[in-house]
């Protein structure tokens, strides 16, 4: 077993519920403090100082001092119940890069940094991406009177652990960085269909989520002929197929209706209402610029030939973030030189690196997930999978710190 | 105002939880057996003796006696909330008829009963038809058990009321029934839209309940390419809109699916899973037949072309039910001397008229609902709709009972 692969063990354990449960380690609790103690035991254990700043993002510094550093990052907190590979890959292969670069005597012309960001699941105070949020100064105002499931409020949980969230500083803190490079599992399944060794991720999707209420009229469903029927629920369905139509005809479009219910619910009566949920993806700026409008006139056209009254409410949008294309082609080159496959994709999930991307050069490099599955205790990648990410990582961190 | 609608009124006010509320007299409740109580005052005040069964049926004989007789029913429970047409109008237009002939100086050449039969509705214990079934000698084994959602069994509720379920004759009481009528309203929309003052039903539909469940794979909405989807709710949606197609292109088909949910549930997760109800109907035996095959013949295809799991199992299923041509003319003719316009039409909802036309001759006499609605506080038939139903069954049984 290699040094990786027994951190990767390691850490499951903190916060980690059996091999059934998956592993439980949601931001600023007492799972999360006690893997950010691991990692500074870890950091301490090859020389390198740790520390924690104000938003509760843990960093190792090579060496400590103010940088501007190479950083590579990403996070240890999961949902409730998750998988051991989800963040934390990013962050044990950024300490086996380090491990491996002093071993080796690499001597980097920049410091090269550690970090995990705080909070990036968001899934308890629904403030995702929290930790990298604040590092790039990015405006937090409202969250700290956002509340937990048991009613704790996000300035509560601080406080509870030591943080104080008026302390966190509202410059951003990437003056410090000159780069940012985030492994990270592809929570997908392209990589395992195209047997490629790691994906280089050229841009983060952009997304807009929309909730949609189609009314029509509840009817008795053995006296009301088909005729004299408003459906919501036909409506729903039309909805639910036509995004599919036009997110297949759209290269690298994604559409998903993830939520559906009606009223009243009844077994013999013709729904008077539907609800659903929209969330449609594109990685291309000038495609994902038109999304938006397309699909609500999609739903109008829907709405109009079926005789139902639509509202359209947006829930979230993101735009598209273009990765770094120096760093892409270190991490070709890297690939190259360890002898690994590799493929250029688009992430069409979010991540910690879409926040620093706007602000300093980024990079992703994604490896095989079994089954695309994550979020769920049966995330896994081999650890052969994950150790040729994690020498593709130090490679390319030569490339782009070296002398 | 007449009599009929001054009934209407005072039989509202019992069980009545005001305007917005609308009226509540579910099967075995204080509320029904004071309704039958009132049903008896009126009996008493116009000269006809009551009785109730064991099995909770209510009875005015006119005259009292063996029989058999020309029955005249319906029901006076309630689902809750429900409106001051469905079933009422029908025990109180049969007090109406009896009332009126009996003022008239008509002489039956047969006893003419009214009744009120016990939990037609089945909202409480699940037992809908329960009054109908009991003098119909169905077997009932096993409801006796049936709990409401107080925990409260059919056998307690019925204690509390002073009636013995095991007390219920096993055999049939039709030998004292000649033939059955029933007024009842539309509940559905087709009288109102063709402007006709009386439906006469010539058949209560067949239906069958199926609950379907498709199972897929739940999968990140971002990350999993369009191509590498098995989307459940995409079949659910084709299930919702073939099925439509099937009963639009079927003359007197009803097709619905009111019921739908997805698994996991999540905005940004495909659906793994996806369960709904589909509820078909037919009056006609020959596309009755037919009908559960070719739904399941369209869930199959549909789940094969959408590489889905799928399992379909039945909720519930009524043979379609004929009924009394004899009558069905009666009812013509009658609607013919009192100057209304009638349609024939097929029953899409059930009633107890079903229970009884498989042993005696039955009918049934629609009257207009308002916007085709019932089990509602909004549910409507005007004074004067009502009058022309009451004068049509009338005459009815004066051509049926006459001389």
Redesign the interface.
């Given at each position: 077993m290699d040094e990786l692969e027994r951190d990767l063990l390691d850490l499951a354990a903190i916060g980690g519920a059996g091999e059934s449960g998956g592993v439980t380690r949601v931001a600023w609790s007492e799972g999360l403090l006690a893997a950010y103690a691991w990692l500074a035991r870890q950091g301490a254990a090859i020389g390198v100082d740790p520390a924690i700043d104000t938003a509760g993002n843990a960093f190792l510094r090579w060496p400590a001092g103010d940088g501007p550093a190479l950083l590579i990052g990403s996070h240890l907190d999961t949902v409730p119940h998750g998988g051991r590979f989800d963040g934390a890959l990013g962050v044990l292969s950024g300490l086996d890069v380090i491990r491996t670069l002093r071993r080796d005597g690499f001597a980097p012309r920049c410091p090269v940094w550690l970090t995990a960001f705080m909070d990036e699941e968001g899934t308890r105070f629904g403030t995702a991406l929290f930790g990298s949020r604040a590092f790039a100064g990015a405006d937090l105002s409202g969250l700290a009177e956002r509340r937990d499931a048991a009613g704790v409020t996000l300035r509560e949980a601080m406080q509870a652990r030591g943080f104080d969230f008026d302390a966190i500083p509202a410059a951003a803190q990437l003056d410090r960085v000159r780069g940012y490079l985030e492994l990270h599992i592809?929570?997908?399944?392209?990589l395992e269909?195209s047997g490629d060794d790691v994906g280089i991720v050229t841009s983060i999707?952009g997304?807009v989520?929309l909730h949609v209420r189609l009314e029509g009229q509840a009817?008795?469903?053995?006296?009301?002929?088909?005729?004299?029927r408003r459906?919501a629920?036909?409506g729903?369905?039309?909805a639910?197929?036509e995004l599919?139509e036009l997110?297949?005809r759209t290269a690298g479009?994604?559409?998903?209706?993830?939520?559906?219910?009606?009223e009243p619910?009844?077994?013999?009566?013709?729904?008077g209402a539907c609800e659903l949920?929209v969330?449609i993806?594109s990685a291309d700026p000038g495609v994902y610029g038109t999304l938006d409008a397309t699909a609500r006139g999609l739903l109008e056209r829907i709405a109009r030939e079926e005789a139902l009254e639509l509202t359209v409410s947006e829930?979230y949008r993101l735009e598209p973030v273009p990765l770094d294309t120096t760093i892409i082609d270190a991490f070709e080159r890297a690939a190259e030189l360890e002898g690994a496959t590799a493929r250029r994709m688009p992430?069409?999930?979010?991540h910690d690196a879409q926040i620093l991307a706007p602000h300093v050069p980024a990079g992703m490099l994604f490896v095989p997930s079994r089954g695309?599955i994550?979020?769920n205790p049966a995330e896994y990648t081999t650890p052969g999978q994950c150790a040729i990410g994690s020498r593709v990582l130090a490679r390319a961190v030569t490339l782009l710190a070296g002398a």
């Open positions: 592809e929570q997908g399944p392209v269909h999707v997304l989520g009817n008795h469903a053995g006296t009301t002929p088909m005729t004299l459906d629920l036909a729903g369905a039309r639910v197929l599919r997110a297949r479009v994604t559409a998903n209706v993830g939520v559906i219910s009606v619910g009844g077994k013999n009566v013709v729904p949920t969330d993806r829930l992430s069409g999930a979010g695309g994550s979020h």
